[in-house]
């Protein structure tokens, strides 16, 4: 099974700061990767899939990079309704592998 | 609108079984790619099974041989028949349904989840 290593595992922020959290796969997976958003007791939440497409409805300060091996989910001014856990996730092959978590919190 | 209700969690003793279902409006769970994936207490997301508009199953390697995801196109539904349960077993399942417009396989709606406890 290919292996998501995301990091940093957390990171502490201000809101209107531009928070960059990666997502390292153990092999290459083309652009086949999307970044998830959940919050506590919530059902995660699409917000980039195919590496760098905006899912419908979501805010445009949310941004997804890269291919092959390499990812980057970017938040270009974090907000306060922000503050959440993100996971990538690999779509290239099955089994479906999610990164291990990289949780956003107030600093 | 598009919603998917999740019902069937509770505790078992290991070595049990337990059927979860999702119950889909709005779409047709036949057309689609639909998913389970679960939260163990305090942890991370892990996609469990997947399957496909034709048919095609697909599981985690953790749960195969144990696990079996189906469908009843009359009711609606997805479940997640789940045998030989182990401790580790125990999480939040959610079902997820891939978008149709969107490319590749990544989830657009979820259910809320339903708690699966693994206990003696």
């Known amino acids: 099974a290919i292996q998501m290593t995301q990091s940093p595992s957390s990171l502490s922020a201000s809101v209107g700061d531009r928070v960059t959290i990666t997502c390292r796969a153990s092999q290459g997976i083309r652009n086949d990767l999307g970044w998830y958003q959940q919050k506590p007791g919530k059902a995660p939440k699409l917000l980039i899939y195919?590496?760098?497409s905006l899912q419908s409805g979501v805010p445009s300060r949310f941004s997804g990079s890269g291919s092959g091996t390499d990812f980057t989910l970017t938040i270009s001014s974090l907000q306060p309704e922000d503050f959440a856990t993100y996971y990538c996730l690999q779509d290239y092959n099955y089994p479906q592998t999610f990164g291990q978590g990289t949780k956003v919190e107030i600093k | 609108e598009v919603q998917l209700v999740e019902s069937g969690g509770g505790l078992v003793q290991p070595g049990g079984s337990l059927r979860l279902s999702c119950a889909a409006s709005?779409?047709?769970?036949?057309?689609?790619?639909m998913s389970w994936v679960r939260q163990a207490p305090g942890k991370g997301l892990e996609w469990v099974s997947v399957i496909y508009s034709g048919g095609s199953t697909y599981y985690a390697d953790s749960v195969k041989g144990r696990f079996t995801i189906s469908r009843d196109n009359s009711k609606n539904t997805l479940y997640l028949q789940m045998n030989s349960l182990r401790a580790e077993d125990t999480a939040v399942y959610y079902c997820?349904?891939?978008?149709?417009?969107?490319?590749?396989?990544?989830?657009?709606?979820w259910g809320q989840g339903t708690l699966v406890t693994v206990s003696s």
């Open positions: 997820a349904r891939a978008g149709p417009g969107i490319t590749g396989t990544h989830f657009d709606y």
């Open positions: 709005g779409f047709t769970v036949s057309s689609n790619y």
């Open positions: 195919a590496a760098s």
